[in-house]
């Protein structure tokens, strides 16, 4: 069932920046109020149309036709593009309209000051496999606002996966963990698939091997809910091949590489975050 009212003001929502992501949020949005009732805009007109015809939603030839009279824009541009797109959109953009943006390391208190101050902001941090609703998004309020605005959010990216909800004080670490994380699982697939072929089997029965493992066990990480320590112990029986292989990667400091991995993604999104116009 589409959600009547996203924030009080227009009915309509507007999607800025049709990209890879801003796609995936596009179909979300689509099941939330229907295509009828969205806009979108990109810098790359042909590509915008294209992907406005084939999701049939209202094309629009700049931003500010596709703002105008909004309930709620979804902010879906690089980073670097973010504080010159607010600029361009405040002053047409509803002053209660709901501004949701996408753009990692971006704060809330920069897109308000953009905006003049007036408008509710919600950050959120949104991953690649929200591409097949299988996502996890993360959302945090900015100053204006509420657990209101947080609900119709969480509404519109619900066809994305799981919605979460965090203090925007965490969203760094959640950038290196969720948002960076499918980088970091797509690596363990391909070096998994690369020790099948080094074990002599064929690469495509090795990539089906590896995907299929780090997929099935990702599942039973969601399905159980035990803690990931104790699935491990369970497939690790006294003196078996399992047990064997872990050492290994404790020897080799895997563990500790991922944590420094996190931290550096981390850190990467304080710097984006701080190093802007
Ligand atoms: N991909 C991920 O894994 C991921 C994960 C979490 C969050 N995010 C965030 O999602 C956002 C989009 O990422 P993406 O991977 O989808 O990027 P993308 O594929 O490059 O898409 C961004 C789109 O926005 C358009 N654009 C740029 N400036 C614009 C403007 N002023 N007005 C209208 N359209 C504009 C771009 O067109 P031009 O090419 O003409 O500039 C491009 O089509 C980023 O802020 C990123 O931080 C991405």
């Known amino acids: 069932m589409p959600i009547e009212n996203v924030s009080g003001t227009g009915a309509d929502v507007a999607l800025i920046g049709a990209g890879v992501m801003g796609e995936a949020v596009l179909v979300s949005l689509i099941d939330a109020v229907g295509a009828e009732r969205i806009r979108i805009s990109d810098g790359r007109a042909e590509h915008g149309a294209a992907v406005a015809q084939r999701h049939g939603v209202r094309w629009c030839a ?5 703002v105008d009279g909004v309930g709620a824009v979804v902010i879906a541009v690089k980073p670097k593009d973010v504080g010159a797109l607010a600029t361009e959109i405040d002053g047409v953009l509803d002053a209660a309209a709901l501004v949701v943006s996408i753009a990692a390391g971006i704060p809330t208190a ?3 000051s953009r905006l003049g101050g007036t408008n ?3 950050r959120v941090m949104p ?4 591409t097949i609703g299988h996502g996890v998004s993360v959302l945090s309020a900015g100053t204006s606002a509420t657990a209101d605005h947080l609900d ?3 509404q519109l990216l619900a066809g994305t996966g799981t919605v979460l909800r965090v203090d925007e004080a965490y969203q760094d670490v959640v950038t290196g963990i969720s948002g960076s994380g499918p980088a970091y699982v797509f690596y363990l697939i391909d070096a998994l698939a690369e020790a099948g072929v080094l074990g002599g ?3 495509d029965v090795a990539l089906d091997l590896a995907r299929a493992t780090v997929a099935g066990s990702g599942a039973m990480a969601l399905a159980s809910g035990e ?3 104790i699935l491990r112990e369970r497939v690790s029986s006294p003196a078996g ?3 064997a292989g872990v050492r290994e990667l404790d020897e080799r400091g895997v563990r500790a590489a991922v944590i420094a991995a996190v931290d550096a993604a981390r850190a990467r999104s304080v710097e984006l975050g701080r190093d802007l116009p």
Do not use: D, F, K
């Open 127 to 130: 991953n690649t496999p929200a």
């Open 241 to 243: 091949t399992t047990v």
């Open 62 to 66: 700049t931003n500010t036709e596709a």
């Open 227 to 229: 803690h990931p320590a």
């Open 110 to 112: 920069y897109l308000e």
């Open 201 to 203: 089997l064929s690469r």
């Open 120 to 122: 509710p902001v919600v």
């Open 152 to 154: 119709r959010t969480e």
